[in-house]
């Protein structure tokens, strides 16, 4: 999968959940079946475009706000997994991070 078919599953996801009427309906489907094939992405490949996309954000937050549970649920699936990505990444790179983490809680 490349940069520019992930932004496309992207916005078609979110095209599905906007039109999405009830839990009946084919955008809910489509929907669900898009952010499945999101999760498939490369872990490189998600931390690339979450983070270099402002869009992605306010995406998100709109598919796990959304009225169907279904879509919410599917949603915050993807969220959890692209923080996991994101958060394994952060101590790779960095142990700062963990140093800064600890000074909030204390």
């Not at 549970?69 to 923080?83: G, K, N, V």
Request: aromatic share 8%; hydrophobic share 40%.
């Amino acid at each position: 999968m490349q940069k520019q078919e992930f932004l496309e599953l992207f916005k078609a996801a979110q095209r599905a959940a906007k039109y999405a009427s009830d839990e009946n309906s084919p955008e809910v489907a489509r929907c669900i079946q898009f952010m499945k094939r999101l999760k498939e992405a490369p872990a490189s490949l998600a931390i690339d475009v979450v983070l270099n996309n402002n869009s992605i954000g306010n995406g998100i937050r709109f598919l796990r706000d959304h009225k169907n549970p279904q879509i919410r649920s599917e949603a915050q699936l993807l969220s959890d997994l692209w923080l996991r990505y994101l958060y394994a990444t952060g101590r790779e790179q960095s142990e700062s991070l963990t140093d800064f983490e600890q000074e909030k809680v204390s």
